[in-house]
């Protein structure tokens, strides 16, 4: 199969490209840097979609950079980086000649309303609330490609835990420190997958040919995970104590009240319609998750 994955250099998309090219398929980047197996976004919207047969959009600016402030000008990148991107691949798609079967979005679990309680399957309702939440809206919005056979998949993803990047690579000095904890209250849900198993849900949307609607993209064992039992397993993977509470103003402080959300609230989220299209999870604990990423 030949798949073209916008935004595929980045933390999942590396991940998913090794996949894909282990699985014998051909992988061509959407980037904005030039380089070998690779278009530009430029390239995309004036000459149309390269011949494939299957379509993943991964782009986006990352929201938890710590280095940018959280501003009108950030939040109209985050909105654009993935909004705009996914409307030039549906453009292309629906404008295509002989269109891909398969088009894969990836968005994430803020679509639900954080709640300490709710648990959510991809049929429960939500995407009109917040910030984030409406972001995944517009973003799913994007896109639509009505009247082209592409079937339509959207992935959302809770926090993709794996090595070398994603928001454990920011955590894993504190905690080798000893001075790791958990995040406010440390009650928040915390909705998780491993790297690995969100690539392989990727794969097996493009290679399961009559899956189509939304999947979450979680661990099974993931609605019962707390930020608080993840800051301790963590710890136990390290072999670190993880006494050290970050107080929720200190969250704020760091990065802006808006996007701490993410961080000091939570989702209870059920992989229900993924474990119904028969994907198996190779990491559906958190233990053995952890010490996969950290050995
Ligand atoms: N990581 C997570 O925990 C997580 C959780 C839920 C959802 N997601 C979603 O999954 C997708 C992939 O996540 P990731 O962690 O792999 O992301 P990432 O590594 O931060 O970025 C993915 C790619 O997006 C492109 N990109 C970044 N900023 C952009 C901009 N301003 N305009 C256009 N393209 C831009 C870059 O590709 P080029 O430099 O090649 O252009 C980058 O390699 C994202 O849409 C993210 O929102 C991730």
Known sequence: MRVLVGGGTGFVGRALTQLLRSRGHEVTHVSRQGGKDRISWEELSRSGLPLCDAVVNLAGENVLNPFRRWND?????????????????????????????????????????????????????????????????????????????????????????????????????????????????????????????????????????????????????????SNGTFAQELAAALGRPALLPVPAWAVRAVFGAERAVMLLEGQRVVPKHTLESGYHFIFPDLSGALKDIVA
Request: aromatic content about 8%; some cysteine.
């Open 73 to 225: 000008a950030f939040c109209r990148e985050v909105v654009s980086s993935r909004v705009e991107t996914t409307k030039t691949l549906a453009k292309a798609i629906a404008g295509a000649e002989q269109p891909p079967r398969a088009w894969v979005l990836v968005t994430g679990v803020g679509y639900y309303r954080p709640s300490t309680t709710a648990e959510y399957t991809e049929d429960s309702p939500g995407g009109d609330f917040d910030f984030f939440s409406r972001l995944v809206s517009s973003w799913e919005a994007a896109a639509l490609t009505p009247g082209s056979p592409a079937r339509g998949v959207v992935v959302r993803s809770g926090v993709v835990l794996g090595r070398g990047g994603g928001a454990i690579s920011q955590m894993l000095w504190p905690f080798r420190l000893g001075l790791g904890g958990p995040l406010g209250s440390g009650l928040q849900p915390f909705p998780w997958i491993h790297i690995r198993d969100l690539a392989g849900i990727i794969c097996h949307a493009l290679e399961s040919e009559h899956l189509q609607g939304v999947l979450n993209g979680v661990a099974p064992s993931s609605p019962s995970t």
